[in-house]
């Protein structure tokens, strides 16, 4: 019987047709997802579903977590099981962590209160805030040596360069009185003129340029007699000085005694000896024409001379300057000079300033350009709290200095321990006449009297002594 050969159509046919059947099943039947496309930034600490970033998927999903791990910043996977049939894989996904949120700042008191002169530490600044992450960073115009309400702004900074911040006030409390310099008690008043107050008494406040003053009782200058009256003042903080005093109505005001009393200069020179001094005086236009020479001969060894005064911005030279200048520099005596100075701001102090040393040009000094702010008898017409007048000062010191000159303050015992403040760290020219001076700061130059007489001078003159090592 003969053999029948197998169709090769067929075969192929069934070949082919399993073929179809295997690309079928990998087509239909392997597992598969899309995930959502886009640049996936997520952020730290947040929670998100790993289901929600499923798109499409043709089996069984099954992430290794619920939730996409967000706790570090950086890049980061995450895996999906996906099962269809008999048939199981595993799909990638890849994202982002960044960490975009600024750091919380929480406020714990939105106002705080500090006494006056007391600092103010960033280290306590810190004591008053909260946050949950990141560094501190402070800026603020806190000044203790003046009273008023400051901001504190407050920035903080996390390691991811995100910024939050914030604010709160500090107010620098003033605790201290109105000072009154002259008290007006015992003040007569010339019959038929007009009274106030403002003319007989002096005063000034550490913080308040304009304390408020207020007065019970009248004065009657229609009629002759004593009047009792009690002042009271108050600055912008509510503190108070009060006191009674008593103002006479007359009809003649008494006249001044002459003083004729007069210290000579070599008893100055001999009560005053002393290692480590230097012995001089210091003049204006009221001591008139010197004679350095002989002024020299009896033994003065420095002059300190006014160069003018200042007031509202305008500098008036003194009348003997430039003379006692030339002088005084003939006579090789070591010079410094002094401003006497009304100015009450900065602006005009400045203004005075440069032109005083376009009076002074480029002579040269060997002792300090000298700030004389005394006029304390009427001290409330300026308008300046001691606050104020300590930074003219200030302003005055900065200035002489960037001309190329040392400075000094010039100040008595009284109103240096009453308006001048941070004197151990100023060079002083202290007035007392005493025969030993009690006063505790440091000084260097020490005003004896006002009442010296000197060969070369007609009348009194100011006796000094400079401490070499004080």
């Not at 999906?80 to 975009?100: C, M, P, Q, R, S």
């Not at 300590?390 to 010039?410: A, I, P, Q, T």
């Amino acid at each position: 019987m003969k053999k029948r050969r197998p169709n090769i159509l067929r075969i192929a046919l069934i070949l082919l047709i399993i073929a179809v059947c295997i690309v079928t099943g990998i087509l239909f039947f392997n597992p598969s997802v899309r995930f959502i496309t886009g640049n996936h930034v997520l952020e730290k600490g947040e929670s998100y579903k790993a289901e929600d970033f499923i798109l499409k998927s043709n089996g069984e999903v099954t992430p290794e977590a619920e939730y996409l791990d967000t706790e570090e910043v950086g890049r980061h996977h995450f895996r999906y099981k996906v099962k269809k049939g008999l048939f199981e894989k595993e799909a990638v996904f890849f994202y982002e962590v960044l960490d975009t949120t600024p750091p919380v700042i929480e406020i714990i008191n939105e106002t705080v209160f500090k006494d006056y002169e007391e600092p103010y530490t960033e280290e306590e600044m810190s004591e008053n805030i909260i946050i949950n992450e990141g560094i501190l960073a402070f800026e603020t115009d806190y000044d203790a040596d003046l009273a008023g309400t400051y901001t504190v702004k407050v920035k903080a900074i996390d390691d991811y360069g995100n910024e939050s911040e914030a604010s709160y006030k500090a107010v620098v409390k003033d605790n201290e009185a109105p000072y009154v310099f002259k008290t007006g008690n015992g003040a007569k008043i010339l019959r038929g003129s007009s009274f106030n107050i403002s003319d007989i008494v002096s005063y000034g406040d550490n913080a308040d340029p304009k304390p408020a003053l207020t007065y019970e009782g009248e004065v009657n200058t229609s009629s002759l007699g004593r009047y009792p009256l009690h002042a009271r003042l108050t600055d912008a903080s509510g503190n108070k000085t009060e006191w009674d005093l008593t103002v006479e109505v007359v009809s003649k005001l008494p006249e001044d005694e002459p003083d004729d009393y007069y210290y000579p200069y070599e008893e100055f020179l001999k009560d005053y000896k002393g290692a480590g001094r230097s012995y001089g005086i210091d003049v204006s236009s009221w001591q008139g024409d010197i004679d350095f020479d002989a002024v020299k001969e009896a033994g003065c060894e420095f002059v300190i001379m006014r160069i003018g005064y200042s007031h509202k911005g305008e500098f008036t030279i003194d009348k003997k300057f430039e003379q006692n200048m030339l002088r005084a520099k003939e006579a090789g005596l070591p010079v410094g000079i002094y401003l006497f100075c009304y100015d009450n701001s900065e602006e005009y102090l400045l203004k005075s300033m440069d032109q005083m040393f376009s009076v002074l040009g480029d002579t040269e000094l060997e002792l300090p350009v000298i700030f004389d702010w005394e006029n304390f008898s009427n001290y409330h017409e300026y308008e300046l709290s001691f606050q104020e007048l300590n930074h003219l000062y200030d302003v005055f010191k900065e200035e002489v200095e960037r001309r190329g000159y040392e400075s000094m303050l010039y100040g008595s015992k009284h109103y240096l321990q009453i308006v001048w403040s941070h004197k151990d760290t100023r060079r002083v020219w202290l007035a007392h006449y005493v025969s030993e001076s009690n006063y505790e700061d440091p000084y260097e130059v020490w005003q004896v009297s006002d009442s010296g007489r000197i060969d070369g001078i007609d009348g009194n003159v100011d006796l000094d002594i400079i401490f070499m090592q004080h």
